[in-house]
């Protein structure tokens, strides 16, 4: 199992933006061990967010061995081409370190984001399953066919990420089984992600492809045998990633306590 955790560039909480160095925090969690940073995404949330394309470039450039993970990149507020020429060129720059998370957006942040992007927001959906058909081909540099009928190849092309799609719900379950190598969600519980893995595998049956991995994002207990009981918990369900958000600004203490909790199994 790959423990993560996010960079300070964003909060749940807008009255506290979790807001820090993004060099030093990267840096950091290599230092201590992690497996990769993640950067949360988008144009115009509920609190302030720094731009994940930016951040992970940032992280990428000070590290050398952590991977650097879009959590979650939201595709339909963006032309598929110019999402895939940012996820290649990091590919490219950072030695092949990228790991996508793909989203359609929570509604809590509204749809602001859409309207000032001049996109429909509740064709979101339809969006993001457009963009994820012709992602591999324009990641890799192959020609593609965009929606409308545009023929494109970008240059230079590179290894396409692992992808993630996130969302709990069946709609993405079944999005994650179509396109991706992965399905991850929020909050899920150890049991809860070891039966997700038998529904996968019957919504992959219906587009003859492997069942994607579940991942998941989860607070770790503050106590440290219990935090440590929790990441067994989770490896023994058979997740590949899980990532630990810090529980507030001190990101240097959450990413510390989330090493020493997995150097402890």
Same mark, same amino acid.
């Given at each position: 199992?790959?423990?993560?955790?996010?960079? !300070?560039?964003?909060?749940?909480?807008?009255?506290?933006?979790? +807001?820090?160095?993004?060099?030093?925090?990267?840096?950091?969690?290599?230092?201590?061990?992690?497996?990769?940073?993640?950067?949360?995404?988008?144009?115009?949330?509920?609190?302030?967010?720094?731009?994940?394309?930016?951040?992970?470039?940032?992280?990428?450039?000070?590290?050398?061995?952590?991977?650097?993970?879009?959590?979650?990149?939201? +595709?339909?507020?963006?032309?598929?081409?110019?999402?895939?020429?940012?996820?290649?060129?990091?590919?490219?720059?950072?030695?092949?370190?990228?790991?996508?998370?793909?989203?359609?957006?929570?509604?809590?942040?509204?749809?602001?984001?859409?309207?000032?992007?001049?996109? !429909?927001?509740?064709?979101?959906? &339809?969006?993001?399953?457009?963009?994820?058909?012709?992602?591999?081909? $324009?990641?890799?540099?192959?020609?593609?066919?965009?929606?409308?009928?545009?023929?494109?190849? $970008?240059?230079?092309?590179?290894?396409? !990420? !692992?992808?993630?799609?996130?969302?709990?719900?069946?709609?993405?379950? &079944?999005?994650?089984?179509?396109?991706? *190598?992965?399905?991850? %969600?929020?909050?899920?519980?150890?049991?809860?992600?070891?039966?997700? &893995?038998?529904?996968?595998?019957?919504?992959?049956?219906?587009?003859?492809?492997?069942?994607?991995?579940?991942?998941?994002?989860?607070?770790?207990?503050?106590? +440290?045998?219990?935090?440590?009981?929790?990441?067994?918990?989770?490896?023994?369900?058979?997740?590949?990633? $899980?990532?630990?958000?810090?529980?507030?600004?001190?990101?240097?203490? *959450?990413?510390?306590?989330?090493?020493?909790?997995?150097? %402890?199994?």
């Amino acid at each position: 199992m790959q423990l993560g955790t996010f960079l !300070p560039t964003s909060t749940p909480d807008p009255e506290h933006p979790i +807001l820090g160095d993004v060099a030093g925090a990267a840096r950091f969690a290599e230092e201590v061990g992690l497996d990769v940073v993640w950067a949360t995404d988008h144009l115009v949330p509920s609190a302030p967010m720094v731009d994940s394309t930016v951040t992970l470039a940032t992280a990428a450039a000070v590290t050398e061995r952590i991977g650097i993970g879009y959590g979650v990149m939201l +595709l339909a507020l963006r032309p598929a081409a110019w999402a895939a020429k940012q996820i290649s060129s990091l590919q490219y720059t950072s030695g092949d370190r990228l790991l996508l998370g793909v989203g359609t957006g929570n509604p809590v942040h509204g749809d602001i984001a859409w309207r000032a992007a001049g996109l !429909p927001f509740d064709k979101r959906g &339809r969006d993001t399953d457009n963009s994820l058909r012709v992602l591999p081909d $324009l990641i890799s540099g192959r020609a593609a066919t965009l929606p409308d009928g545009t023929e494109v190849t $970008l240059a230079p092309g590179s290894a396409v !990420p !692992p992808i993630l799609v996130a969302g709990n719900g069946p709609r993405a379950m &079944r999005r994650a089984a179509e396109f991706a *190598g992965s399905w991850l %969600a929020i909050g899920l519980t150890p049991d809860e992600a070891s039966s997700a &893995r038998k529904q996968l595998t019957e919504f992959a049956e219906t587009y003859d492809r492997p069942a994607p991995t579940v991942s998941v994002i989860t607070q770790l207990p503050a106590d +440290l045998a219990q935090a440590t009981d929790t990441l067994a918990a989770y490896a023994a369900a058979g997740v590949e990633h $899980l990532i630990a958000p810090p529980a507030d600004s001190d990101w240097h203490a *959450g990413y510390e306590f989330a090493a020493t909790a997995r150097s %402890a199994l």
